[in-house]
Each structure stands twice: as structure tokens, then as C-alpha cells.
């Protein structure tokens, strides 16, 4: 399992391989977990999932962005989406990466182009989340998010659990609207845990304690004994479902996304669209190789 991932990891760091693979399009069963290649399809999946009741956050796909020119087209499409998710009226907000807005280019560049982003969305009052990549790009990402926050209010980040800094950072930002995930990247043991065990003590402490300290919760994982742990933690502390809310990945677990927005959980799901969706499909395998079903079955059902 562990060479798995490890192999999934190396792929989805493979520039060669992800250059290619946006010239074929969805591809490898990639279909089933990406929800468009462009704007329309997008607000199509939302505009289903929201009348089952359940909200999105949208992810323009974008990785390996090491040109100005490329980190503005993502910030036009991303500002394309915005203005998307205001006409349609849907019932969602954005997802995006600091990386792929240039983070990787100059800091200030990026500052600017994630300026643009949050000042048209507050404008709609439409939410921004910060993902969180890498450990190389996590303080850059934190510095972001509070520099922004001095203007802004609509924004909010991700709290990945297998680092152990996590509980200083999750204290230090729990006036934020926060994700709470166990984290996907391959880290260093010199500041990440890696064995499972550990990683997942860490996410139910962090989980409980932002519940009960922080502003507003989105628990992401796909697990059912951490998702049952949840339900039965806010019932006994008297959380109130306004607080918290559960995200899954589109095309994952679709029927227990339904079951939990229909238990009256408030339910997000993360739609990820674009041409740029290698990687994404890449650490979706690594995370799980029994996701490797998606790719079987369609190279079996041609
Ligand atoms: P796992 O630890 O992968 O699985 C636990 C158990 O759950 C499995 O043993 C199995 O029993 C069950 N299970 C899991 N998946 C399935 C399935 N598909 N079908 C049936 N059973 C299943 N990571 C980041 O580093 N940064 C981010 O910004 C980020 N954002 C995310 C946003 C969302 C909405 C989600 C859902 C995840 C995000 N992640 C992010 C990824 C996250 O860090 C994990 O890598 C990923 O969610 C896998 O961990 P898990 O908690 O889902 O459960």
C-alpha cells in the first residue's frame, strides 16, 4: 500500500505527464471525479447537487504554474467562476490553490492576483477558501491568508492534520471558517506524522476542539468512523448544525453524501473542474488505490 502511494505521488508530480494529459481531456475514469471541463458543465453538477440540498465549493484544477502568463489566465478563470456561481444564483463559493496564482512565481504577484479573487467575491458575498498544499508552500499560504484578512472577511484555510504544528496553527486561526483534513501530500517525518494511527488521533483532536473553540467547521473526510465520531460529539456537546458541516470530494461516497445532507447536516461537496486535472486524479489514487476501480472500469467499459 505504501509503495502505491508513493508511486501515485511521484506520478502526480510528473510535469511531463500532467502537460499531456491536458491535451486528451478526462480521461483514465478521471470523469467520475471531475465534475466539467469548463464553467457550464460546472454550474450544471452544482445546480444537481443543489437541489439535493447540498452546497459546493469549486476548484479550478491548476498545477505546476511557473509563469505569470498562466497564473493570470487561472485568475481569469477563477473570477469567470465567481461571477458564474453570482448569475446562477447557486449555492456555492471557491476553493483555490496560492500555487496556481503564482505562489511559486513571486509572493507579492500572487498577493495580487488573490486580491482581485476575494475583492470581487466579497462583493457577492461569496466564501474563498485557501487550500493547502505542501509543507514548502504552508507558511507562504498563512501569510496570505492574514495579510488578506486585514481587508477582507470572506476568506478561510485548511488545517492539515498530519502536521504536527497543526494544533499551534488551528488555535492561532480558529476565528477563521476552517477545513479540517487529514492531508494529501507526501511530508517529511521531520514535521508531519506518518503512520495512519497517528494521523488520524491528531484529526479527531483537532476536529473536537475546533467544534468547541473555533467559528465554523468543514470536516472533509470521506471516513465514516470519523464522520459517525462527529455526529455523536456535537449531540452530546450540544453543537448546533450552523456550526460545522461535512465536505466530501464530488464522485466520492455520492450515496453517503446524499444520506447526510438528507439527515439534515449541512453537506458541501468539492467540485473540481478544468483541463488541469492529472495531479488532482494522481492523489486521489494515492489516497486510495481501491480508486483504482475508476480507472479499471472504464478502460474495461470502452
Ligand atoms: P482515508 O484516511 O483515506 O480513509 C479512511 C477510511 O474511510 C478508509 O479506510 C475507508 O474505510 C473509508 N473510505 C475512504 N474513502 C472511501 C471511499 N471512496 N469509498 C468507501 N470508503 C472510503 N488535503 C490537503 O492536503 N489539502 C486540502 O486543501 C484538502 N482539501 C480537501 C477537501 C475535501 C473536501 C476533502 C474530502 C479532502 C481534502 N483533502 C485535502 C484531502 C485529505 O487531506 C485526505 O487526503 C483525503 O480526504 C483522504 O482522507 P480521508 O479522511 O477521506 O480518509
Known amino acids: 500500500m505504501a509503495l502505491l502511494k508513493d508511486l501515485f505521488i511521484g506520478l502526480s508530480q510528473n510535469q511531463i505527464l500532467n502537460s499531456a494529459a491536458k491535451k486528451y481531456g478526462l480521461k483514465l475514469g478521471a470523469q467520475n471525479v471531475v465534475a466539467g471541463t469548463n464553467v457550464e458543465e ?3 453538477s452544482i445546480k444537481e447537487l443543489n437541489a439535493h440540498g447540498i452546497s459546493c465549493t469549486v476548484d479550478n484544477l ?6 505569470k502568463v498562466e497564473a493570470t489566465k487561472a485568475k481569469e478563470q477563477i473570477l469567470d467562476v465567481v461571477e ?3 448569475t446562477h444564483e447557486v449555492d456555492a463559493h471557491i476553493s483555490l490553490k496560492p500555487s496556481q496564482l503564482g505562489l511559486d512565481i513571486d509572493y507579492d504577484f500572487c498577493l495580487e492576483n488573490l486580491r482581485e479573487i476575494v475583492a470581487k467575491a466579497s462583493s ?5 477558501n485557501f487550500d493547502m498544499e505542501d509543507y514548502d508552500r ?16 470572506n476568506i478561510g484555510t485548511v488545517i492539515q492534520a498530519y502536521f504536527f504544528r497543526a494544533e499551534e496553527d488551528i488555535q492561532k486561526y480558529k476565528n477563521y471558517r ?16 506518518q503512520n495512519k494511527k497517528d494521523i488520524d488521533k491528531n484529526y479527531i483532536e483537532l476536529i473536537e476542539w475546533h467544534l468547541l473553540n473555533g467559528k465554523f467547521t468543514s470536516i472533509a473526510t470521506h471516513d465514516h468512523v470519523v464522520i459517525n465520531h462527529v455526529k455523536e460529539f456535537v ?3 450540544n453543537i448546533s448544525n450552523d456550526k460545522f458541516e461535512f465536505q466530501m470530494l464530488y464522485g466520492f461516497r455520492t ?15 468539492y467540485v473540481p473542474f478544468g483541463d488541469d486535472w492529472y495531479g488532482y486524479f494522481m492523489r486521489r489514487l494515492a489516497e486510495r488505490p481501491q480508486n483504482l476501480n475508476l480507472v479499471v472500469k472504464q478502460v474495461f467499459n470502452k
Open 42 to 44: 460546472t454550474i450544471q
Open 62 to 67: 491548476g498545477e505546476f504554474v511557473f509563469e
Open 84 to 86: 458564474a456561481i453570482h
Open 124 to 128: 457577492y458575498d461569496i466564501f474563498i
Open 138 to 153: 504552508l507558511q507562504a499560504s498563512f501569510d496570505l491568508l492574514e495579510t488578506l484578512s486585514e481587508e477582507y472577511s
Open 178 to 193: 476552517l477545513r479540517i483534513v487529514k492531508g494529501a501530500y507526501k511530508e517529511s517525518e521531520e514535521y508531519a506524522y
Open 235 to 237: 449531540k452530546v456537546n
Open 255 to 269: 450515496d453517503m453524501q446524499l444520506s447526510l445532507a438528507k439527515e439534515g447536516y449541512n453537506f458541501c461537496t
